[in-house]
């Protein structure tokens, strides 16, 4: 799991099951949490811009996407390759 701090008191979650989660910051324990979709698969990083309102994400299946958490949506996407990992080699890069 990647946790990485977003605008508005807000965090961003990637978990192991490839999903990409928004999370109130002030009430974890009660909060609203919410999923965004068409994540890119087996995620392997998170990160967000300066400002805080893009949460960028990127898997082994070669896609970064950027997601814009105003609109809880996917901004913007592009492959860069199919990430190949070797046996025995450290895969998450959290």
Do not use: Y
Not at 10 to 28: H, I, K, M, Q, V
Not at 35 to 60: F, H, M, R, Y
């Amino acid at each position: 799991m990647a946790i990485a701090p977003l605008a508005g008191r807000t965090l961003a979650a990637a978990t192991s099951a490839d999903e990409l989660l928004l999370l109130a910051r002030d009430d974890l324990q009660h909060a609203a949490v919410a999923w965004l979709q068409d994540v890119p698969k087996e995620l392997t990083s998170l990160t967000t811009t300066d400002a805080g309102n893009t949460a960028i994400c990127a898997g082994a299946d070669g896609v970064v996407a950027l997601f814009d958490i105003r609109t809880k949506s996917r901004a913007a996407q592009f492959r860069i390759g199919a990430i190949k990992f070797r046996p025995g080699h450290f895969r998450d890069c959290f």
